[in-house]
T-cell receptor, first 114, second 116 residues
Framework: AQSVTQLGSHVSVSEGALVLLRCNYS??????LFWYVQYPNQGLQLLLKYTSAATLVKGINGFEAEFKKSETSFHLTKPSAHMSDAAEYFCAVSPPGSQGNLIFGKGTKLSVKP | DTGVSQDPRHKITKRGQNVTFRCDPISEHNRLYWYRQTLGQGPEFLTYFQNEAQLEKSRLLSDRFSAERPKGSFSTLEIQRTEQGDSAMYLCASSLGLAGTTDTQYFGPGTRLTVL
């Protein structure tokens, strides 16, 4: 069965520092991959998605992620953190042949220190 | 486009009671999904509809759970004889229903259920 592993349930960075949130998936066939962000008391918002086109995917709010098949990874990065980036981030996969049902990781809570 | 809405936002009930949640998807979205999110976990898929047809149900969806989308627009999720383990955030999402699995799902704010 497909699974998603997010390393680090909590990541803390200083404002202006690099943000790196890790995501690894288990699949012999590359799935479709997504990153969602969840702010307190709000629904999940799509940051970006990988659909087997370019391996470097650019999303909203300056975030990007790189698909690496050899490492089965899809890590999320942002060069310079803002205070407004503090939220919970979820990596998700949609296995090939599925009906679009998403399998989520457990999430990583990002804190940004002034 | 007003986004996906869910009602109520919060529900507190006693064990053994029945509860019903409503989800209004983005208009003209053909697919509607239900997920459950417990504390410290990511959302887990429960079921989904293509128009009014319920096409897939997770094994997480016990026989106490039932979902409907009678006219292919809004959907309801009912939990009968609630248990404390049902306490969670119930999320609804909708998508256009385009072919393939790159369809973006738009999520509502969720209904937080607390079973006492």
């Amino acid at each position: 069965a497909q699974s998603v592993t997010q390393l680090g349930s909590h990541v803390s960075v200083s404002e202006g520092a690099l943000v790196l949130l890790r995501c690894n998936y288990s699949s012999s066939v590359p799935p479709y991959l997504f990153w969602y962000v969840q702010y307190p008391n709000q629904g999940l918002q799509l940051l970006l998605k990988y659909t087997s086109a370019a391996t470097l995917v650019k999303g909203i709010n300056g975030f990007e992620a790189e698909f690496k098949k050899s490492e089965t990874s899809f890590h999320l990065t942002k060069p310079s953190a803002h205070m407004s980036d503090a939220a919970e981030y979820f990596c998700a996969v949609s296995p090939p042949g599925s009906q679009g049902n998403l399998i989520f990781g457990k999430g990583t809570k990002l804190s940004v220190k002034p | 486009d007003t986004g996906v809405s869910q009602d109520p936002r919060h529900k507190i009930t006693k064990r053994g009671q029945n509860v019903t949640f409503r989800c209004d998807p983005i208009s003209e979205h053909n697919r509607l999904y239900w997920y459950r999110q417990t504390l410290g976990q990511g959302p887990e898929f429960l079921t989904y509809f293509q128009n009014e047809a319920q096409l897939e149900k997770s094994r997480l969806l016990s026989d106490r759970f039932s979902a409907e989308r009678p006219k292919g627009s809004f959907s309801t999720l009912e939990i009968q004889r609630t248990e404390q383990g049902d306490s969670a955030m119930y999320l609804c999402a909708s998508s256009l229903g385009l072919a393939g699995t790159t369809d973006t799902q738009y999520f509502g704010p969720g209904t937080r259920l607390t079973v006492l």
